[in-house]
């Protein structure tokens, strides 16, 4: 992964150094294991574990002539050791190392994400707390609806970022698996008992039949919760660059002291973490078909993965562990600006209250046909007065709509003025948001 959009914490754990150290550790349980199962004696196995290393530039010169890394790994895990050497990588095939040695890597990013996404949870719920009855519109097709709050937007992330984090912590169980059972996967040099003791050893449980390698879907299905991880916060990235638009500005991505955001135009604000996120979610998501289409091997196993496997798994876990903590800190120093939501909430002239309106009537003995026909009559003229540049709200604070409804003569025959002004009151629309905190923020 590019520098730019890595943090050393989680790049770490995919460099060659991390690669090669995880293969030791799973050699290093294997003779262990053989040691208690009486094939190797005490004294051989003492020395292994202490013994035993390996250099990263000594591995690179002898895969030049093999054109093998494990090999040219265990050879250079040989050169380390004496006699005892012959017991390293006893009845295994390259893949038992490597996969159980891949499951141990991923299991620990996961480990790092789902911490990320503790954070995140964190600050959404944060900002959810602060802002639970800051009112504003909500939009549906992008047009306004009825009245919200911004808690409530808040909400509907931390539920879905909540989703998400299940399923990470179910890949996590899932791709918890090692295997030792040999070139075929029938234990045919090897006990169970042997793949057993080494995975139980590095803290994974033995597949429960495997072949060549541990089957591709374990991967597919941790692939695919990291980018259900990234829509999720790509669905906020987008909210965000909505929110921050010029006519719209009802929040804002902080902008500090001395940033710049365009080389022609100074006074530009432009939301470019929330756009980078939208194109890191976007690489994420890239990754799930290349991940699926590992899922149909060969027989027993080909190696059409592996290249696939280089790119793909340091690349995911880098880049969402990057987009997660850009994301956090987003929404940590997201400003908000109430009084625009107001003021937005207000552009239509009351229409947000239509609905409200419309279900007063059906009381009043009035077909619900016929109280669609009535008000929507009234919201027609509204739109078509607010088009002609009327003022949507007068300097008595009443609305084009509310007056409209108020003059109507078909409903007036059925509504009281005290019946219509009741409709324009935004605590009919917040009053259980209470309800929905308590539900949501267990």
């Known amino acids: 992964m590019v520098e730019r959009y890595s943090r050393e914490i989680m790049a770490k754990k995919w460099d060659m150094q991390a690669k090669y150290d995880a293969w030791l550790k799973v050699e290093l349980a294997a003779v262990k294991a053989w040691n208690k199962l009486g094939l190797i004696d005490d004294t051989d196995c003492e020395k292994i574990l202490k013994n035993a290393k390996f250099d990263i530039a000594r591995i690179d010169e002898i895969e030049k002539t093999t054109k093998h890394d494990v090999i040219a790994f265990l050879t250079s895990v040989s050169e380390s050791l004496g006699e005892e050497s012959r017991f390293v990588h006893y009845a295994m095939t390259s893949s038992d190392c490597i996969d159980t040695a891949v499951a141990l890597q991923i299991k620990e990013s996961l480990e790092l994400i789902l911490e990320d996404v503790s954070l995140l949870l964190e600050a959404i719920k944060k900002r959810a707390l602060e802002h639970k009855n800051t009112l504003m519109v909500g939009r549906s097709h992008g047009i306004h609806g009825e009245p919200i709050t911004f808690g409530l937007v808040l909400a509907i992330w931390y539920d879905e970022i909540s989703h998400a984090k299940e399923l990470l912590e179910h890949a996590k169980e899932v791709i918890s698996y090692g295997k030792i059972s040999g070139a075929m996967g029938n234990f045919a040099h090897a006990p169970l008992e042997f793949e057993e003791e080494v995975c139980k050893n590095l803290g994974l449980k033995a597949a429960p039949v495997s072949n060549q390698v541990i089957q591709r879907d374990r991967y597919a ?37 001395g940033q710049k955001g365009s080389s022609a135009m100074p006074h530009k604000r432009n939301p470019v973490l929330s756009e980078n996120i939208t194109g890191l979610c976007r690489v994420l998501r890239s990754f799930v078909t290349p991940t699926l289409e590992n899922v149909a091997l060969w027989h027993e196993r080909d190696i059409s993965h592996s290249s696939v496997e280089r790119f793909i798994l340091p690349d995911a876990f880098i880049t969402a562990d990057f987009m997660l903590m850009r994301l956090t800190n987003l929404i940590d120093k997201l400003l908000v600006y109430p009084e625009n939501m107001m003021k937005n909430l ?43 540049g009327k003022a949507a709200i007068n300097e008595k604070n009443e609305s084009l709509f509310l007056l409209a409804l108020l003059s109507d003569e078909d409903l007036r025959k059925s509504l009281s003025e005290e019946d219509v002004r009741k409709c324009f009151d935004y605590n009919y629309y917040t009053k259980n948001v209470d309800a929905i905190f308590k539900r949501t923020f267990k």
């Not at 009537?361 to 009035?366: A, D, E, N, R």
């Open 221 to 257: 299905q941790v692939i695919s919760a990291i980018a259900i991880l990234a829509s999720s916060c790509e669905q906020i990235a987008v909210a965000i660059r909505h929110f921050q638009r010029t006519e719209v500005y009802e929040a804002e991505e902080y902008f500090s002291v």
């Open 346 to 388: 207000n552009l239509t002239g009351g229409l947000v209250f239509s609905g409200r309106v419309l279900l007063e009537l059906p009381f009043k003995g009035i077909s619900r046909e016929e109280a669609y026909k009535i008000v929507q009559r009234n919201a027609m003229k509204v739109w078509a007065d607010l088009q002609n």
